[in-house]
């Protein structure tokens, strides 16, 4: 909801342009990594995930990018459109159930 | 498919007071689990489930109370809600316990004054 948005880091992008949302993860023996929308008053949804044995993945308009060496994912978004303004966030595996959450980004979208 | 279903979606509670929030999921998954999303903050592990009568405590359990009697539901119980508690509480289920991400819950508003 919005109160979790209160005191995210926001990236604003005008309609059309592609969006870069970064991540720096804490644990180097996280193997898994997923990236999650969260749209207002709504739970965060699934869009992409990549393991470690990959340093990208593409899926429809979204591509994730994994560097190892800096401990850094990055979720591209192509043509960012309305629709894809919200909190976006990453969470990384470090083996079993216990992902760790990022804190997130706002992804505003101007027309 | 409802997926993974929560209720209610707002509650006000009084110190002291005892609720249970309720959490159903018709995908047969074997892991679920309650975190709770705080302004500034990632999702905090509550409690989780392996499977029907298998439950443990996560980063942040105390106050909180889960049962898993069943498959399909996983109720979180405040024992005697605090200011501290005011929170957003999402359940979320996954088909593993890892390696397949989860299907979340859409949330519970729950403000303790």
């Known amino acids: 909801g919005e109160s979790v948005g209160l005191h995210l880091p926001t990236l604003s992008v005008q309609e059309g342009d592609n969006s870069i949302i970064n991540c720096a993860y804490s644990?180097?023996?996280?193997?898994?990594f997923i990236w999650y929308k969260q749209e207002s008053g709504k739970g965060p949804q699934f869009i992409i995930d990549i393991r470690s044995n990959m340093d990208k993945r593409q899926g429809q308009r979204v591509t994730v990018l994994l560097n190892k060496t800096v401990k850094h994912l990055s979720l591209q978004i192509a043509a960012t459109q309305p629709g894809d303004s919200a909190v976006y966030f990453c969470a990384e595996n470090p083996g079993t159930y216990k992902y760790i959450f990022g804190t997130g980004t706002r992804l505003k979208v101007l027309a | 498919n409802a997926g993974v279903t929560q209720t209610p979606k707002f509650q006000v509670l009084k110190t002291g007071q005892s609720m249970t929030l309720q959490c159903a999921q018709d995908m047969n998954h074997e892991y679920m689990s309650w975190y709770r999303q705080d302004p500034g903050m990632g999702l905090r592990l509550i409690h989780y489930?392996?499977?029907?009568?298998?439950?443990d405590q996560g980063e942040v359990p105390n106050g909180y109370n889960v049962s898993r009697s069943t498959t399909e539901d996983f109720p979180l119980r405040l024992l005697s809600a605090a200011p501290s508690q005011t929170s957003v509480y999402f359940c979320?289920?996954?088909?593993?316990?890892?390696?397949?991400?989860?299907?979340f819950g859409s949330g519970t508003r729950l403000t303790v004054v």
């Open positions: 644990n180097s023996a996280s193997d898994y």
């Open positions: 979320a289920s996954s088909y593993n316990t890892g390696g397949s991400g989860y299907t």
């Open positions: 489930s392996v499977g029907a009568g298998i439950t």
